[in-house]
């Protein structure tokens, strides 16, 4: 292997062709639950760099792990053990190419971290709405590759929704530009989509042209607590009556959940949580003005008082009051790891089932494992939920993972099933769900992606192993 990191060395710059000292950040998974070895770890700094990376791996057959920053919660973005793989990072790729404020387009490079991109958006007066928790080192090619979601779904759609164009380098080391800022292109397949969302297993994403919108006059968030699931739905029917397009953001959170945070987070000071199962967690959005924000919100939530389906709510009184009840929402995956390892389930079912999915779902794990402790939230607006299982208390957690983690998935993806919804809803497939795609999609959907995998990747260098394994 020698010649070919010569090669890549010649590519890329020495001190950019990474194969000694620590690199656990590269080959370590966020969630610490694997932990791979590379041959190198290379990181170009243009589209043509990564062309040759990929020719030269191609030529000497060897496989590519495309990575960004390496937040990922399936396992999709780190080596393997057999020390044979590029882990080829793209963080050096983070420009802002271009914003055509006219055409409401923020072209960037694969590298650039969410936040960055935020910002950039913010300073010409727009917005660029995905969020998500690790928004300040997440990267658009990340976002895009595993199809992210977040927090304003329900208003904006996920990555793929704001995506109008791509530009990738194929698997035969060719760079294809699709970087259209068109929202009307009817000239044949969408290979845009194609990958959006394959986690690196058909090229890899180097620059994206995103959709941006104006900013809001006003963004007011509410935290109430809902006396059942089911007026946590019935609510989010009523907040899209009241807010129409206003309505960016609707998060549910389980009484344990929250509780994770009060115990390890004192500080945040979790409101209203201690005497009702869920609280709900509302964002609105509006253009008009802040008064006309607040006229809505208050009418909804009196409405929502009426009729019995909220108990009790606050309304944040300014922005910084806002990012308070926002990070308590998003402190419930570090509380929870505070509390020990967990098996993590990112699921989607219709919302209108999810109450009975939990009902049916909590009494079948709740028979299986005595004192399981479950750790629900997640984004309701969009039926999306991290329906996470937490080891009984004063257990051994990583005890409770190894005889437990197969059964536990096993009861909560046939219940996904059974409910028809999705084992995947916003963090991909990588290789710790790769396995039960067997079980969870139709032969036919199966064999087409077999087909174009072999059709784009014939030698299966890009990600193997991931999403569709061969």
């Known amino acids: 292997m020698k010649a070919l990191l010569d090669q890549l060395r010649s590519i890329a710059g020495e001190a950019n062709v990474l194969t000694e000292g620590d690199l656990s950040a590269w080959e370590h998974d966020w969630r610490k639950r694997s932990q791979g070895k590379s041959l190198a770890v290379v990181r170009p700094a243009t589209n043509m760099q990564v062309a040759q990376i990929v020719q030269a791996c191609a030529a000497a057959s060897v496989t590519i792990v495309p990575q960004g920053g390496n937040t990922g919660l399936v396992v999709g973005s780190t080596p393997d053990e057999s020390g044979t793989q590029i882990v080829l990072s793209l963080q050096r790729m983070n420009a802002v190419r271009e914003i055509d404020a006219a055409n409401l387009t923020i072209t960037v490079e694969a590298g650039c971290v969410l936040q960055a991109v935020q ?22 090619g990340g976002n895009l590759s595993t199809n992210a979601g977040g927090t304003q779904v329900v208003r904006y759609g996920n990555a793929r929704d704001l995506c109008l164009g791509l530009e990738v380098v194929t698997a035969g080391g060719e760079v294809w530009n699709g970087l259209s800022g068109l929202r009307k292109d009817n000239t044949g397949y969408d290979l845009r989509d194609l990958f959006i969302g394959s986690e690196g297993t058909l ?28 007026s946590a739905v019935e609510l989010l029917g009523m907040a899209h009556r009241h807010l129409g397009a ?14 994770l945070v009060a115990r390890h987070y004192p500080q945040m000071r979790v409101p209203l949580y201690k005497q009702w ?23 909804l939530l009196e409405s929502a008082m009426e009729e019995g389906l909220v108990t009790d709510a606050v309304v944040a009184e300014n922005l910084t009051q806002a990012h308070q009840l926002w990070h308590i929402r998003e402190s419930i995956p570090l509380a929870q790891a505070e509390e020990g390892l967990n098996i993590k ?35 309701l607006g969009d039926g999306n939920l ?26 909560v993806f046939d219940s996904v099933r059974n409910f028809s919804g999705s084992i995947s809803a916003e963090h991909g497939v990588g290789s710790l ?13 199966l064999e087409m992606m077999r087909s174009i995998k072999r059709a784009l990747d014939p030698n299966n260098t890009m990600n193997p192993g991931r999403v569709i394994r061969a």
């Open 119 to 140: 910002q950039a958006a913010q300073a010409e007066g727009l917005l660029f709405p995905l969020s998500l928790a690790a928004e300040g080192s997440c990267t658009i």
């Open 203 to 230: 090229g890899i994403i180097t620059a994206a042209t995103m959709k941006l919108y104006p900013l809001p006059a006003s963004t007011l968030t509410a935290w109430a607590a809902v006396p059942s699931l089911e």
């Open 246 to 259: 206003g309505l960016t953001g609707f998060e549910v959170m389980g009484q344990f959940a929250l509780s």
């Open 277 to 299: 199962p869920y609280c709900v967690l509302i964002e609105n959005s509006d253009h008009e003005s802040d008064l006309h924000a607040r006229t809505q919100f208050e009418r």
């Open 345 to 379: 389930h990112d699921i989607s079912i219709p919302v209108s089932r999810i109450p009975e999915f939990c009902e049916v779902t909590d009494a079948l794990l709740s028979e299986a494992i005595p004192d399981v402790r479950l750790v629900n939230f997640g984004h």
């Open 386 to 411: 991290h329906y996470n299982v937490q080891a009984p208390a004063g257990g051994d957690n990583a005890a409770f993972l190894r005889k437990w983690e197969e059964r536990v998935n096993t009861i």
């Open 433 to 445: 769900k790769a396995g039960k795609l067997l079980d969870h999609k139709s032969p036919v959907a």
